[in-house]
Protein backbone atom coordinates (compact mmCIF):
# COMPACT_ATOMS: atom_id res chain seq x y z
CA UNK A 1 0.00 0.00 0.00
CA UNK A 2 1.77 3.04 -1.25
CA UNK A 3 -0.26 5.74 -0.07
CA UNK A 4 0.49 9.06 -0.02
CA UNK A 5 0.93 10.68 3.40
CA UNK A 6 -1.08 13.42 4.38
CA UNK A 7 -0.43 15.07 7.21
CA UNK A 8 -1.79 18.37 9.41
CA UNK A 9 -0.97 20.78 12.00
CA UNK A 10 -4.62 21.64 13.67
CA UNK A 11 -4.15 24.35 16.34
CA UNK A 12 -7.13 26.20 17.85
CA UNK A 13 -6.23 30.07 17.21
CA UNK A 14 -7.33 30.77 21.17
CA UNK A 15 -3.57 31.29 22.08
CA UNK A 16 -0.10 31.53 20.59
CA UNK A 17 2.30 29.22 18.74
CA UNK A 18 3.76 27.55 22.69
CA UNK A 19 6.52 25.49 22.08
CA UNK A 20 4.50 22.56 22.93
CA UNK A 21 2.51 23.03 19.58
CA UNK A 22 5.90 23.38 17.82
CA UNK A 23 7.20 20.04 18.66
CA UNK A 24 3.47 18.73 17.14
CA UNK A 25 4.22 20.64 14.38
CA UNK A 26 7.45 19.65 13.51
CA UNK A 27 7.06 15.59 14.05
CA UNK A 28 3.80 16.00 11.44
CA UNK A 29 5.64 18.43 8.71
CA UNK A 30 9.16 15.96 9.43
CA UNK A 31 6.43 12.63 8.36
CA UNK A 32 5.38 14.56 5.58
CA UNK A 33 8.59 15.87 4.39
CA UNK A 34 10.29 12.62 4.91
CA UNK A 35 7.68 10.60 2.83
CA UNK A 36 7.67 13.07 0.04
CA UNK A 37 3.83 13.85 1.14
CA UNK A 38 1.74 16.73 2.16
CA UNK A 39 1.96 19.00 5.76
CA UNK A 40 -1.23 20.80 6.12
CA UNK A 41 -1.90 23.51 8.40
CA UNK A 42 -6.13 23.58 9.25
CA UNK A 43 -6.88 26.56 11.64
CA UNK A 44 -9.60 25.02 14.04
CA UNK A 45 -11.77 28.39 14.44
CA UNK A 46 -15.15 26.91 14.96
CA UNK A 47 -14.83 28.47 18.49
CA UNK A 48 -16.14 31.86 17.70
CA UNK A 49 -15.90 33.37 21.02
CA UNK A 50 -12.23 32.34 21.65
CA UNK A 51 -10.89 32.33 18.43
CA UNK A 52 -8.28 35.17 17.52
CA UNK A 53 -7.15 36.78 13.70
CA UNK A 54 -4.17 37.47 16.42
CA UNK A 55 -3.46 34.18 17.25
CA UNK A 56 -3.90 32.58 13.96
CA UNK A 57 -1.34 35.27 12.73
CA UNK A 58 0.64 34.43 15.52
CA UNK A 59 0.99 30.92 14.38
CA UNK A 60 1.99 31.30 10.43
CA UNK A 61 4.16 33.89 11.67
CA UNK A 62 5.70 31.24 14.37
CA UNK A 63 5.61 28.27 11.57
CA UNK A 64 7.16 31.07 8.94
CA UNK A 65 10.19 32.49 11.04
CA UNK A 66 10.93 28.11 11.61
CA UNK A 67 10.57 27.59 8.01
CA UNK A 68 7.81 24.44 8.64
CA UNK A 69 6.30 25.36 5.48
CA UNK A 70 2.98 24.33 4.57
CA UNK A 71 1.70 22.75 1.19
CA UNK A 72 -2.13 23.31 2.22
CA UNK A 73 -4.27 25.93 4.23
CA UNK A 74 -7.62 25.88 5.45
CA UNK A 75 -9.82 27.35 8.12
CA UNK A 76 -12.71 25.65 9.43
CA UNK A 77 -14.74 28.66 9.97
CA UNK A 78 -14.73 28.77 5.80
CA UNK A 79 -15.84 25.14 5.55
CA UNK A 80 -19.55 24.93 6.69
CA UNK A 81 -21.20 23.40 4.04
CA UNK A 82 -18.79 20.73 4.11
CA UNK A 83 -19.74 19.70 7.41
CA UNK A 84 -23.71 20.37 6.67
CA UNK A 85 -23.53 17.98 3.61
CA UNK A 86 -21.84 15.46 6.41
CA UNK A 87 -24.38 15.94 8.61
CA UNK A 88 -27.43 15.75 5.96
CA UNK A 89 -25.83 12.67 4.96
CA UNK A 90 -25.51 11.12 8.15
CA UNK A 91 -28.98 11.91 9.62
CA UNK A 92 -30.29 10.53 5.95
CA UNK A 93 -28.33 7.51 7.01
CA UNK A 94 -29.56 7.43 10.54
CA UNK A 95 -26.24 7.39 11.99
CA UNK A 96 -27.18 10.72 13.56
CA UNK A 97 -30.55 12.57 14.33
CA UNK A 98 -32.23 15.81 15.30
CA UNK A 99 -32.89 15.37 19.01
CA UNK A 100 -35.10 18.36 20.59
CA UNK A 101 -34.08 19.47 23.85
CA UNK A 102 -34.29 22.18 26.55
CA UNK A 103 -31.60 24.39 27.03
CA UNK A 104 -31.19 24.18 30.95
CA UNK A 105 -30.65 28.00 31.31
CA UNK A 106 -32.94 29.50 28.96
CA UNK A 107 -35.11 26.82 29.52
CA UNK A 108 -35.91 27.48 25.44
CA UNK A 109 -36.69 24.49 23.08
CA UNK A 110 -33.82 23.79 21.18
CA UNK A 111 -32.90 20.89 18.70
CA UNK A 112 -29.25 19.64 18.25
CA UNK A 113 -27.54 16.72 16.24
CA UNK A 114 -26.80 13.80 17.86
CA UNK A 115 -24.50 10.79 17.13
CA UNK A 116 -26.15 6.92 17.43
CA UNK A 117 -23.57 5.51 19.61
CA UNK A 118 -23.25 1.62 18.17
CA UNK A 119 -21.97 1.15 22.20
CA UNK A 120 -18.89 -0.76 20.89
CA UNK A 121 -15.50 -0.83 22.09
CA UNK A 122 -12.75 0.71 20.32
CA UNK A 123 -9.39 -0.28 20.26
CA UNK A 124 -7.12 1.80 18.23
CA UNK A 125 -3.16 1.64 17.57
CA UNK A 126 -1.19 4.42 18.74
CA UNK A 127 2.28 4.26 17.24
CA UNK A 128 3.59 5.55 20.79
CA UNK A 129 1.80 4.08 22.97
CA UNK A 130 0.99 0.59 21.43
CA UNK A 131 -2.93 -0.78 21.73
CA UNK A 132 -5.45 1.77 23.71
CA UNK A 133 -9.00 -0.02 23.80
CA UNK A 134 -11.68 2.23 25.07
CA UNK A 135 -15.98 1.09 25.50
CA UNK A 136 -17.83 4.14 24.55
CA UNK A 137 -20.70 2.99 25.77
CA UNK A 138 -20.19 5.83 28.60
CA UNK A 139 -20.32 8.31 25.94
CA UNK A 140 -23.79 8.28 24.99
CA UNK A 141 -25.62 9.38 22.07
CA UNK A 142 -23.15 12.52 21.82
CA UNK A 143 -24.13 16.05 20.48
CA UNK A 144 -22.09 16.34 17.20
CA UNK A 145 -23.61 19.57 16.14
CA UNK A 146 -25.52 22.32 17.95
CA UNK A 147 -27.84 22.82 14.06
CA UNK A 148 -26.84 22.49 10.68
CA UNK A 149 -24.61 25.32 10.51
CA UNK A 150 -22.54 24.68 13.78
CA UNK A 151 -20.53 21.45 13.95
CA UNK A 152 -19.05 20.98 17.31
CA UNK A 153 -14.95 20.17 17.42
CA UNK A 154 -14.98 16.23 16.82
CA UNK A 155 -17.33 16.38 13.67
CA UNK A 156 -15.85 18.98 11.97
CA UNK A 157 -12.13 17.18 13.29
CA UNK A 158 -13.24 14.35 11.62
CA UNK A 159 -14.60 15.63 8.53
CA UNK A 160 -12.17 17.17 7.58
CA UNK A 161 -9.43 14.65 8.73
CA UNK A 162 -11.64 12.54 5.59
CA UNK A 163 -11.83 15.41 3.25
CA UNK A 164 -8.31 16.16 3.36
CA UNK A 165 -6.95 12.78 2.90
CA UNK A 166 -5.23 12.74 6.45
CA UNK A 167 -3.16 9.65 6.26
CA UNK A 168 -1.14 10.00 9.73
CA UNK A 169 -2.52 12.26 12.79
CA UNK A 170 0.07 13.14 15.06
CA UNK A 171 -0.71 15.23 17.82
CA UNK A 172 -0.25 16.06 21.76
CA UNK A 173 -1.80 13.34 24.07
CA UNK A 174 -4.78 15.13 25.36
CA UNK A 175 -6.35 14.05 21.64
CA UNK A 176 -6.11 10.08 23.32
CA UNK A 177 -9.65 10.51 24.88
CA UNK A 178 -11.19 12.14 21.89
CA UNK A 179 -9.83 9.32 19.63
CA UNK A 180 -12.54 6.80 20.26
CA UNK A 181 -15.56 9.26 19.27
CA UNK A 182 -13.83 10.10 16.45
CA UNK A 183 -13.13 6.67 15.06
CA UNK A 184 -16.86 6.26 15.60
CA UNK A 185 -17.92 9.30 13.74
CA UNK A 186 -15.15 7.79 10.91
CA UNK A 187 -16.63 4.49 10.59
CA UNK A 188 -20.10 6.24 9.93
CA UNK A 189 -18.79 8.68 7.41
CA UNK A 190 -17.12 5.49 6.01
CA UNK A 191 -13.89 7.36 6.45
CA UNK A 192 -10.48 5.03 6.54
CA UNK A 193 -8.91 4.95 9.78
CA UNK A 194 -5.74 7.11 9.55
CA UNK A 195 -2.54 6.19 12.08
CA UNK A 196 -2.44 7.56 15.39
CA UNK A 197 -0.06 8.94 17.03
CA UNK A 198 0.06 10.73 20.45
CA UNK A 199 2.83 12.91 22.16
CA UNK A 200 3.59 12.82 25.76
CA UNK A 201 3.18 16.11 27.58
CA UNK A 202 5.88 18.59 28.04
CA UNK A 203 6.84 18.84 31.39
CA UNK A 204 8.78 21.33 33.40
CA UNK A 205 11.96 20.56 35.12
CA UNK A 206 10.15 20.08 38.27
CA UNK A 207 7.96 17.84 36.47
CA UNK A 208 4.69 19.69 36.49
CA UNK A 209 2.88 20.97 34.01
CA UNK A 210 5.14 23.53 31.66
CA UNK A 211 4.03 27.11 31.71
CA UNK A 212 5.25 30.35 31.19
CA UNK A 213 6.87 30.56 34.40
CA UNK A 214 8.93 27.91 33.60
CA UNK A 215 10.18 29.57 30.67
CA UNK A 216 7.74 28.28 28.19
CA UNK A 217 7.30 31.08 25.56
CA UNK A 218 5.65 31.52 22.59
CA UNK A 219 7.92 30.99 19.50
CA UNK A 220 8.44 34.54 18.02
CA UNK A 221 9.15 35.78 21.85
CA UNK A 222 12.19 33.02 21.13
CA UNK A 223 12.97 34.98 18.18
CA UNK A 224 12.66 38.26 20.20
CA UNK A 225 14.81 36.77 22.78
CA UNK A 226 17.15 36.44 20.17
CA UNK A 227 17.24 32.28 19.57
CA UNK A 228 17.70 30.77 15.91
CA UNK A 229 15.12 28.73 14.37
CA UNK A 230 17.27 26.09 13.62
CA UNK A 231 18.48 25.79 17.82
CA UNK A 232 14.75 25.75 18.79
CA UNK A 233 14.11 22.82 16.14
CA UNK A 234 16.68 20.80 17.25
CA UNK A 235 15.40 21.51 20.38
CA UNK A 236 12.24 20.41 20.42
CA UNK A 237 13.22 17.78 17.91
CA UNK A 238 14.24 15.91 20.68
CA UNK A 239 11.91 15.98 23.33
CA UNK A 240 10.12 13.18 22.91
CA UNK A 241 12.18 11.61 20.23
CA UNK A 242 15.49 10.61 19.31
CA UNK A 243 17.29 8.76 16.63
CA UNK A 244 18.34 5.86 18.78
CA UNK A 245 21.37 7.28 20.35
CA UNK A 246 22.51 10.01 22.59
CA UNK A 247 23.50 12.78 19.63
CA UNK A 248 22.46 15.98 21.00
CA UNK A 249 23.10 18.01 17.75
CA UNK A 250 20.88 17.50 14.71
CA UNK A 251 19.92 19.30 11.90
CA UNK A 252 16.36 19.43 10.15
CA UNK A 253 17.59 17.79 6.83
CA UNK A 254 19.34 14.78 9.44
CA UNK A 255 16.06 14.70 11.31
CA UNK A 256 13.96 14.36 8.22
CA UNK A 257 16.06 11.54 7.16
CA UNK A 258 16.10 9.75 10.58
CA UNK A 259 12.53 10.66 12.40
CA UNK A 260 10.46 7.40 12.74
CA UNK A 261 7.07 7.71 14.57
CA UNK A 262 7.94 4.36 16.15
CA UNK A 263 10.95 5.97 18.10
CA UNK A 264 8.65 8.33 19.80
CA UNK A 265 9.15 8.37 23.64
CA UNK A 266 5.93 7.12 25.95
CA UNK A 267 7.23 9.36 28.93
CA UNK A 268 7.13 13.00 29.12
CA UNK A 269 9.45 14.82 27.72
CA UNK A 270 11.51 17.58 29.85
CA UNK A 271 11.75 21.13 29.34
CA UNK A 272 15.04 22.55 29.87
CA UNK A 273 16.12 25.57 29.18
CA UNK A 274 19.98 25.17 29.72
CA UNK A 275 19.73 22.92 27.14
CA UNK A 276 18.28 25.57 24.52
CA UNK A 277 20.47 28.13 25.30
CA UNK A 278 23.63 25.40 25.07
CA UNK A 279 22.43 24.64 21.48
CA UNK A 280 21.27 28.46 20.67
CA UNK A 281 24.99 29.26 21.24
CA UNK A 282 25.99 26.13 18.39
CA UNK A 283 23.98 27.82 16.29
CA UNK A 284 24.68 31.19 17.03
CA UNK A 285 28.87 30.03 16.97
CA UNK A 286 27.96 28.49 13.13
CA UNK A 287 26.63 32.02 11.88
CA UNK A 288 28.95 33.84 9.83
CA UNK A 289 30.43 36.92 11.02
CA UNK A 290 28.25 38.90 8.68
CA UNK A 291 25.42 37.29 10.09
CA UNK A 292 25.88 37.22 13.66
CA UNK A 293 27.00 40.73 12.90
CA UNK A 294 23.46 41.62 11.84
CA UNK A 295 21.70 40.62 15.25
CA UNK A 296 23.96 42.37 16.78
CA UNK A 297 23.64 45.65 15.40
CA UNK A 298 20.38 45.40 15.22
CA UNK A 299 19.96 45.36 18.87
CA UNK A 300 22.67 47.97 19.55
CA UNK A 301 21.27 51.34 20.75
CA UNK A 302 21.73 54.13 17.77
CA UNK A 303 24.83 56.00 19.47
CA UNK A 304 27.14 52.34 19.14
CA UNK A 305 25.14 51.95 15.88
CA UNK A 306 26.41 54.80 14.52
CA UNK A 307 29.99 54.37 16.20
CA UNK A 308 29.82 50.44 14.25
CA UNK A 309 28.82 52.04 11.26
CA UNK A 310 32.14 54.51 11.41
CA UNK A 311 34.48 51.38 12.25
CA UNK A 312 32.83 48.57 11.02
CA UNK A 313 36.21 46.45 10.87
CA UNK A 314 36.48 46.77 15.10
CA UNK A 315 33.03 45.84 14.77
CA UNK A 316 33.43 42.60 12.98
CA UNK A 317 36.31 41.80 14.60
CA UNK A 318 34.69 42.08 17.87
CA UNK A 319 31.83 39.84 17.04
CA UNK A 320 33.53 36.50 18.14
CA UNK A 321 34.22 37.90 21.45
CA UNK A 322 30.44 38.85 21.99
CA UNK A 323 29.22 35.53 20.79
CA UNK A 324 31.76 33.93 23.56
CA UNK A 325 29.35 35.71 25.72
CA UNK A 326 26.00 35.33 25.24
CA UNK A 327 23.68 32.44 24.25
CA UNK A 328 20.82 34.13 22.62
CA UNK A 329 21.18 37.65 21.02
CA UNK A 330 19.10 39.36 23.33
CA UNK A 331 21.73 38.87 26.19
CA UNK A 332 23.28 41.75 23.49
CA UNK A 333 21.32 44.03 25.56
CA UNK A 334 23.12 43.13 29.18
CA UNK A 335 26.37 43.69 27.09
CA UNK A 336 25.57 47.12 26.27
CA UNK A 337 23.80 47.95 29.64
CA UNK A 338 27.49 46.71 31.64
CA UNK A 339 29.19 49.22 28.90
CA UNK A 340 31.15 45.93 27.35
CA UNK A 341 30.92 47.04 24.06
CA UNK A 342 31.53 50.91 24.22
CA UNK A 343 34.96 50.67 25.13
CA UNK A 344 35.69 49.13 21.93
CA UNK A 345 34.47 52.32 20.02
CA UNK A 346 35.59 54.86 22.49
CA UNK A 347 38.74 55.36 24.66
CA UNK A 348 37.98 54.59 28.15
CA UNK A 349 38.25 56.91 31.05
CA UNK A 350 40.97 55.35 33.46
CA UNK A 351 41.49 54.56 37.53
CA UNK A 352 44.76 55.51 37.89
CA UNK A 353 44.95 52.45 41.12
CA UNK A 354 43.50 50.02 38.81
CA UNK A 355 46.62 50.61 35.69
CA UNK A 356 48.96 48.88 38.05
CA UNK A 357 47.69 46.33 38.57
CA UNK A 358 47.99 44.09 41.90
CA UNK A 359 51.49 43.23 42.08
CA UNK A 360 52.92 46.98 41.03
CA UNK A 361 52.61 50.19 42.73
CA UNK A 362 54.57 52.45 41.41
CA UNK A 363 54.17 54.32 39.01
CA UNK A 364 57.64 54.97 37.24
CA UNK A 365 57.85 51.66 37.15
CA UNK A 366 54.75 50.37 35.30
CA UNK A 367 54.78 53.35 32.76
CA UNK A 368 58.38 51.95 31.81
CA UNK A 369 56.69 48.78 31.60
CA UNK A 370 53.77 50.33 28.97
CA UNK A 371 56.33 52.38 26.94
CA UNK A 372 58.58 49.44 26.21
CA UNK A 373 55.12 47.91 25.18
CA UNK A 374 54.57 50.72 23.35
CA UNK A 375 58.23 50.25 21.63
CA UNK A 376 57.49 46.63 21.15
CA UNK A 377 53.92 47.21 19.51
CA UNK A 378 54.71 50.32 17.16
CA UNK A 379 57.33 47.87 15.69
CA UNK A 380 54.89 46.14 13.57
CA UNK A 381 53.93 46.91 10.84
CA UNK A 382 50.10 48.25 10.39
CA UNK A 383 49.16 45.68 7.43
CA UNK A 384 50.69 42.81 9.75
CA UNK A 385 48.82 43.90 12.83
CA UNK A 386 47.09 41.11 14.71
CA UNK A 387 46.35 39.36 17.81
CA UNK A 388 49.04 36.63 17.40
CA UNK A 389 51.72 39.04 16.59
CA UNK A 390 50.94 41.45 19.03
CA UNK A 391 51.14 38.01 21.26
CA UNK A 392 54.62 37.26 19.66
CA UNK A 393 56.13 40.59 20.46
CA UNK A 394 54.98 40.89 23.79
CA UNK A 395 55.49 37.26 25.36
CA UNK A 396 58.76 36.95 26.03
CA UNK A 397 59.17 40.09 27.85
CA UNK A 398 56.06 39.95 30.30
CA UNK A 399 57.44 36.60 30.72
CA UNK A 400 61.03 37.79 31.55
CA UNK A 401 59.83 40.62 34.11
CA UNK A 402 56.79 39.18 35.46
CA UNK A 403 53.13 38.73 33.18
CA UNK A 404 50.88 39.72 35.51
CA UNK A 405 53.07 43.39 36.25
CA UNK A 406 52.84 43.74 32.24
CA UNK A 407 49.81 42.06 30.83
CA UNK A 408 47.81 43.87 33.58
CA UNK A 409 48.27 47.40 32.94
CA UNK A 410 48.46 46.70 28.79
CA UNK A 411 44.71 44.61 29.37
CA UNK A 412 43.37 47.84 31.20
CA UNK A 413 44.96 50.83 29.47
CA UNK A 414 43.05 49.00 26.03
CA UNK A 415 39.71 48.59 28.12
CA UNK A 416 39.52 50.87 31.06
CA UNK A 417 37.60 47.66 32.87
CA UNK A 418 38.85 45.46 35.67
CA UNK A 419 37.33 42.38 33.81
CA UNK A 420 37.86 41.92 29.59
CA UNK A 421 39.25 39.78 27.31
CA UNK A 422 43.22 39.21 27.05
CA UNK A 423 45.09 42.10 26.05
CA UNK A 424 45.95 40.49 22.83
CA UNK A 425 42.67 39.78 21.63
CA UNK A 426 42.06 43.18 22.53
CA UNK A 427 44.46 44.91 20.99
CA UNK A 428 44.06 42.77 17.73
CA UNK A 429 40.64 44.25 17.47
CA UNK A 430 41.41 47.53 18.64
CA UNK A 431 44.04 47.86 15.69
CA UNK A 432 47.51 49.36 15.58
CA UNK A 433 46.67 53.51 15.78
CA UNK A 434 44.15 52.79 18.70
CA UNK A 435 46.28 50.41 20.58
CA UNK A 436 49.19 52.95 21.05
CA UNK A 437 47.10 55.59 21.54
CA UNK A 438 45.26 54.05 24.60
CA UNK A 439 49.25 52.74 25.63
CA UNK A 440 50.21 56.33 25.29
CA UNK A 441 46.99 57.88 27.16
CA UNK A 442 48.10 55.48 30.19
CA UNK A 443 51.80 56.73 30.54
CA UNK A 444 50.43 59.96 30.29
CA UNK A 445 48.30 59.53 33.18
CA UNK A 446 50.66 57.69 35.20
CA UNK A 447 53.45 60.34 34.23
CA UNK A 448 51.04 63.74 35.28
N1 LIG B 1 -7.45 21.82 17.40
C1 LIG B 1 -6.93 20.95 18.40
C2 LIG B 1 -6.09 21.75 19.36
O1 LIG B 1 -5.65 22.83 19.07
C3 LIG B 1 -6.11 19.82 17.83
C4 LIG B 1 -6.93 18.88 17.05
C5 LIG B 1 -6.22 17.66 16.55
O2 LIG B 1 -4.99 17.70 16.36
O3 LIG B 1 -6.88 16.68 16.29
O4 LIG B 1 -5.89 21.29 20.47
Sequence with gaps: MNKKVITR???SPTGVLHIGSVRTALYSWLYARQNKGTFILRIEDTDKERSKKEYEENIVEGLTWLGLN????????????????????LIEKRFAYLSKEVIAEEGQRTEVIRFKNP????????????DISFDTTE???FVIAKDFDTPLYHFAVVVDDFEMGVTHIIRGDDGISNTPRQILIQE?????????????MILAADKSKLSKRHGALAVTEYRDEGYLPEAILNFVALMGWNPGNDQEIISVNEMTKLFMLEKLQKAGAVFNIDKLKWLNKHYIKLLSIERAGEEVFSRLPPDLQKSVKE????????????????????EVKTLVDEGEIEYFFRDPEYNKNELYGKEEHNPAVTSAY?????????SIDQGNFTEETVKAKVWDYASEVGRGRVLWPMRYALSGRAKSADPFTLAGILGKETTI????QAIKLLTA
Design 311 to 330: NQSVFLKMIPVIIDRISNFG
Design 70 to 89: YDEFYRQSERGSIYKKHLED
Design 437 to 440: RRLQ
Design 370 to 378: IDKLVELIG
Design 188 to 200: ALGAPRPVYAHLP
Design 139 to 141: LGD
Design 119 to 130: NRVITFRDEARG
Design 9 to 11: FAP
